[in-house]
Every structure is written in structure tokens, then in C-alpha cells.
């Protein structure tokens, strides 16, 4: 049956049914995940009066975790692709809950650089492996909004994860182990339970969905096909050459962008906002955190869906990374706390609505292998950021004053928007012409 068989409404149902039972699970996964690498914001005041740890070693070691992401992106999605995404997810899940849990015993430098490391090592292909997971399941015709409820994991862990980080902190005196180690270690098995979960819940693509009928199966999977089938004239062919592709390149240099304003920001958001309020970290300030979140959670569920509903995802994504530009450089200058929050709340709504947008723009042409390396470069590139971004707002404060960094963050998140801006200039193989996304192929020789 081919997909113009398939009335809009049907496969719109079909699309509402799979997102009904793949997203919750996701979603649970990646508030795990960002929760396991935000914990280090909330703990740092103190885990570093406990340790003696300087704001240096603090800044390496929350940036040495995306260097072993990095380097080990691509063979992750690879081997996801061989292997299958219920088993390779899980197994992410379960290494990195583990090494979570040991951070217990990061009470010098060496062993929290080796902890770090290892977790990035770990937790390596987990987003890149969920994006190109719904690439196997969701047409790009909804991908940006089904892209949106996974990535509300990243506020939604603020806003139930800092409370709950903030309470654990505060039974620093009442267990028998510090207050940060407690925190460690329930996220930490709170990951490997959950990995667990995974495993027996998710299946690889539609043909192993028992869940769906057999004309659901059909359905879906010839509109998927449709889709591929439109794409293999444009994407590079085989994972080696995506690596080098211009147009892939160029996206990880955006995401880049995206991800420095993402991670200088939420590695310092718990002790920003207790400077603005005037209080230590704990549960006071746990909760103030859910407020930027809170809001980035609503914008994100409109602008994703406002993305898939007008098809200008392009112009979304560079008002949504703009906004997170100018919503930063305010918090840093502003002194009352009630605009000071609200100028955070602006700056995080728009770096996590940006995302589920973007990564419609890469995924509506890169095909099979080429996906599978094509996301995991873009995401290891990109994530580099989480490495750069703490040591240059260090660097910036440290020279400049403390105002500086976040005002740099900022620069570099209205450069993104800049470049994705332009992406339809520079990058004309991946222009929308449908009303769908789908990419017009780049001359052969690019490829």
C-alpha cells in the first residue's frame, strides 16, 4: 500500500499511537540522562567545600565528560544500527547509571576527571541513537513535535530533578554519607533500573511492533519508505563519506553553537540563581530552577508543533536560538531577580525549543548508514560545547569579571542563529521545497 493510499488522518493516528508508547519511556531516559549530567551543577558548592576541589578542576572535569562522548559517538550508532536499539539503549543505560553511582568516590581531582570521563564514554550514541531511533518510526512530517516531548527530558529534569537534587542535598546531615554522594547515587540506580525497563519494553523499528495491527504496520511503514525512498538521491552514500560530507559539517558547526549556550548555562544555573536569590543551594533553589524550565517545556510543545503545522522550520530554529542569546545576555546583566529569572527563563526556552527543530533539518535527507554516522557527528562535534563551554565562561569571568562569560555564551548563540539562517544560502542541498522538509540532493561530487 502506498502512502498516498493512507488518508492524513489515519496516518496521523497511527503516528499518535506509536508516539503513546515509545515517548514516555524515551522521555524517562532522557531526563535520566540530563539529570546524571546537570547533578553536578547542584552538588558543586558542596562537593567542592567537602573535597577542596578548585573551580578550575571543576570546569575541566565538567567538560572532560563530552570528550569520551565525543570520540565514541559514531561506532555507538553504528552499533546500534548492527545490533538493534532495544539492546544497545539499554545497555547505554545500564553502564551509565553504574559509573553515575561511583561518582560517590570523586573526592579528588584525578578520580572525578576518571569518572567523568568514563560516564561520557559510557553515555556515548544514548542521543544520537534516540534521534536516529524515531527516524525508524516517525515521518518527517511530525518529527519536530514527536522530537519535542523527548526533548521536554531536558526541563523536565529540572523541574522534578532540582527539587529532588536540592531534598537529597539537604539530608547532608542526616545519612550517613554526604548529602552530593546521596544524590549520586540514587540517580544513579534510578538509570540502571529504567535501562532495565527498556531493554523488555522497546522494539527495534514497526516490523517487530506487535502493538500495531498489521494494516498500522503497512501503513507506517510504507510512508517511511515513501521518505527514504525520496532521500536516496540525496544523502551522502555510506557512513564513511556522511563524516565528510560539507552540509553535515556545517550542521554540527551550528550545533555546536546550540550546545554552548545549553551547557554554559545549566552546569551554573543552580549557583546563578542562588546568587540572584541570595540563598545556598538546596531545595529553595531547587525549585527556582523548575521556573526557567517550566517555560521552556511550554515553548518548546508550541514551536515544535507551529514547525511541523507551517513547514518554516528553518526560521523557527534561528528565532528559537536568538531568543536563548538575548534571554542570557540579560540574566547577566540584569540586577533584580524577578527580570534576572525571567531573562533565564527566555534564554532556556529557546535553546531547548531550538533543538527539536533542528534536528528535522539534518535527519530529512541523511539515509541509513549515513544517518547512523551523519547524527552521531553532528551530535560529537556539537557536544563538544559541553567541553568548551565551561572552560570559556571560567576563562571569560575569570579575565573580564563575572559577567563576562554568559555575555560570551551569548555571542555564540546568536552566531548559530546567524548560521542557521543562512544554512539555505550556504547549504542549498538541504533547502525545504515540499512542505514536508525533505532536502533537494547536493551535486554528486559533494557527496
Given at each position: 500500500?502506498?502512502s498516498?493510499?493512507?488518508?492524513r ?12 508508547r515509545?515517548i ?10 540530563f ?13 567542592q567545600a ?25 561506532p ?9 536499539a ?5 545497555r ?9 553511582s ?9 578520580t572525578f576527571?576518571?569518572l ?9 550514541g ?6 536516529l531511533?524515531l ?11 514527536v ?5 521536554f ?5 529540572f ?8 531534598m537529597?542535598l539537604?539530608l547532608?546531615d542526616?545519612?550517613?554519607?554526604h ?9 544513579g540506580?534510578l538509570t540502571?533500573?529504567v ?6 519494553y522497546?522494539?527495534?523499528g ?37 563524516l ?82 538575548v ?5 547577566a ?5 524577578i ?10 526556552a ?5 533543538q ?16 547512523a ?19 570559556l565562561?571560567?576563562?571569560a ?24 539562517a543562512l ?6 542541498a ?18
Amino acid at each position: 500500500m502506498s502512502s498516498q493510499s493512507s488518508t492524513r488522518p489515519e496516518l496521523a493516528a497511527i503516528v499518535r499511537k506509536v508516539t503513546l508508547r515509545l515517548i514516555p519511556i524515551l522521555l524517562l531516559m532522557y531526563i535520566l540522562a540530563f539529570l546524571d549530567r546537570a547533578n553536578l551543577g547542584f552538588a558543586k558548592v558542596a562537593w567542592q567545600a567537602d573535597t577542596g576541589i578548585s573551580d578550575a578542576a571543576y570546569a575541566l572535569g565538567a567538560g572532560i565528560f563530552f570528550v569520551g562522548y565525543a570520540i565514541f559517538e559514531i561506532p555507538s550508532n553504528l552499533l546500534m544500527r548492527r545490533v538493534g536499539a532495544k539492546i544497545w539503549l539499554a545497555r547505554i543505560m545500564i553502564s551509565w547509571g553504574i559509573v553515575s553511582s561511583l561518582m560517590i568516590f570523586a573526592t579528588n581531582e584525578w578520580t572525578f576527571y576518571i569518572l567523568r570521563v568514563l560516564l561520557g564514554i559510557t553515555e556515548a550514541g544514548f542521543f544520537p541513537g534516540v534521534i536516529l531511533f524515531l527516524t525508524y518510526w516517525i515521518p518527517l512530517k511530525y518529527r519536530a513535535r514527536v522530537n519535542g516531548l523527548f526533548y521536554f527530558g531536558a526541563p523536565l529534569a529540572f523541574i522534578f530533578g532540582g527539587p529532588l537534587s536540592g531534598m537529597l542535598l539537604d539530608l547532608d546531615d542526616k545519612v550517613a554519607i554526604h548529602g552530593w554522594q546521596l544524590m549520586f547515587l540514587v540517580t544513579g540506580i534510578l538509570t540502571v533500573l529504567v535501562g532495565i525497563v527498556a531493554f523488555f519494553y522497546l522494539d527495534n523499528g514497526p516490523k517487530d511492533a506487535k502493538w500495531l495491527d498489521a494494516h498500522e504496520r503497512e501503513a507506517l511503514l510504507s510512508a517511511l519508505d515513501d521518505e527514504n525512498t525520496a532521500k536516496e538521491n540525496h544523502s551522502p552514500r555510506g557512513a564513511l563519506r556522511a563524516l565528510g560530507n560539507p552540509v553535515v559539517l556545517y550542521f554540527a558547526a551550528i550545533y555546536l553553537t546550540i550546545q554552548m549556550s545549553v551547557y554554559g548555562v545549566t552546569f551554573y544555573l543552580p549557583t546563578q540563581i542562588a546568587t540572584i536569590v541570595g540563598q545556598p543551594v538546596g531545595l529553595e533553589v531547587g525549585l527556582l530552577t523548575a521556573v526557567p524550565w517550566t517555560f521552556a517545556l511550554i515553548v518548546t510543545f508550541v514551536l515544535s508543533r507551529l514547525a511541523d503545522s507551517t513547514g518554516q522550520r528553518r526560521l523557527i530554529a534561528t528565532l528559537a536560538l536568538a531568543a536563548a542569546g538575548v534571554g542570557i545576555v540579560l540574566s547577566a546583566v540584569i540586577q533584580d531577580p524577578i527580570v534576572a529569572l525571567a531573562a533565564l527563563s527566555i534564554g532556556a526556552a529557546g535553546f531547548i525549543s531550538v533543538q527539536p527543530v533542528f534536528w528535522t533539518l539534518p535527519t530529512s535527507f541523511l539515509l541509513g548508514a549515513a544517518a547512523a554516522s551523519g547524527i552521531a557527528l553532528i551530535n560529537s562535534l556539537g557536544s563538544l560545547g559541553g567541553f568548551l563551554a565551561p572552560i570559556l565562561k571560567n576563562w571569560a569571568d575569570a579575565t573580564f569579571g563575572d559577567s563576562a562569560g554568559l555575555i560570551v555564551l551569548a555571542v555564540i548563540a546568536l552566531l548559530g542563529a546567524a548560521l542557521i539562517a543562512l544554512s539555505r544560502v550556504v547549504s542549498p542541498a538541504v533547502r525545504e521545497t515540499d512542505g514536508i522538509g525533505l532536502a533537494v540532493s547536493a551535486p554528486t561530487h559533494q557527496r
